[in-house]
């Protein structure tokens, strides 16, 4: 267990309040934050997210449609038969 000041928490409090996040979250992400600023390897505490380009998206895309079609009726067809008691 770590002690902060009050100063300390009543400032992680404040913070996390404006983020709408945990007091735990607010403080691991300023100190993510400030190690990467900073240049400090601490290592990968989660990994980096990465947005798909619009390549890998039309890859997915041509994947999916090349797949077999499994149900020939329409999708009204089908949510009938879901419906139906």
């Known amino acids: ?7 300390t928490e009543t400032l992680a409090k404040r913070i ?5 996040v945990s007091v735990d979250t607010a403080v691991r ?3 993510e934050q400030l190690a990467k600023s900073r240049h400090i390897e601490i ?3 989660q990994p ?5 380009s619009i390549e890998e998206m039309l ?8 797949m077999p079609l499994l149900d020939t009726r329409s999708p009204y067809e089908i949510m009938d038969d879901l419906n139906t008691p």
């Open 29 to 31: 992400d300023a100190l």
């Open 59 to 66: 890859a997915v895309g041509d994947e999916i449609a090349a």
């Open 48 to 52: 980096e997210r990465r947005r798909m």
């Open 1 to 7: 267990m770590i002690r902060l000041s009050e100063e």
């Open 43 to 45: 290592g990968a505490t």
């Open 16 to 20: 996390a309040g404006v983020q709408r």
